[in-house]
């Protein structure tokens, strides 16, 4: 059974910054993405970031690339984001997900099977 947990979230300031994890276990191959997303109240689900373990690339979304950064630790089974500059705007529940997602297609929440928890991230100004 695949299982993800975040952890990380929490209150900081206006031009603060966090580091999200997400531990992943019950992958049976290393053929797997983890993609970070974020949903503010009222808002869809958007996608921030993605590593995908097969080919140990990442991606980040134009709308926070330069301030997030993703990467792992594959003896750790785990995923980082690094959330630098954060404003309010960058409010929101993060989710980690895992699936057989690629470049093309990390952004897009139905190429998902599994999700995390949530953890909250909160940008006070």
């Known amino acids: 059974e695949v299982q993800l947990v975040e952890s990380g979230g929490g209150l900081v300031q206006a031009g603060g910054s966090l580091r999200l994890s997400c531990a992943a276990s019950g992958f049976t191959s290393d053929d797997y993405g983890i993609g970070w997303f974020r949903q503010a109240p009222g808002k869809e689900r958007q996608a921030v970031a993605c590593?995908?373990?097969?080919?140990?690339?990442?991606y980040v979304d134009d709308s926070v690339k330069g301030r997030f950064t993703v990467s792992a630790d594959n003896a750790k089974n785990t995923v980082y984001l690094q959330m630098d500059s954060l404003k309010p705007e960058d409010t929101a529940i993060y989710y980690c997900?895992?699936?057989?997602?690629?470049?093309?297609?990390?952004?897009?929440?139905?190429?998902?099977?599994?999700w995390g928890q949530g953890t909250q991230v909160t940008v006070s100004s």
């Open positions: 997900a895992g699936g057989w997602v690629s470049g093309a297609t990390y952004h897009r929440p139905s190429e998902y099977d599994y």
């Open positions: 590593f995908t373990r097969f080919d140990g690339r990442t």
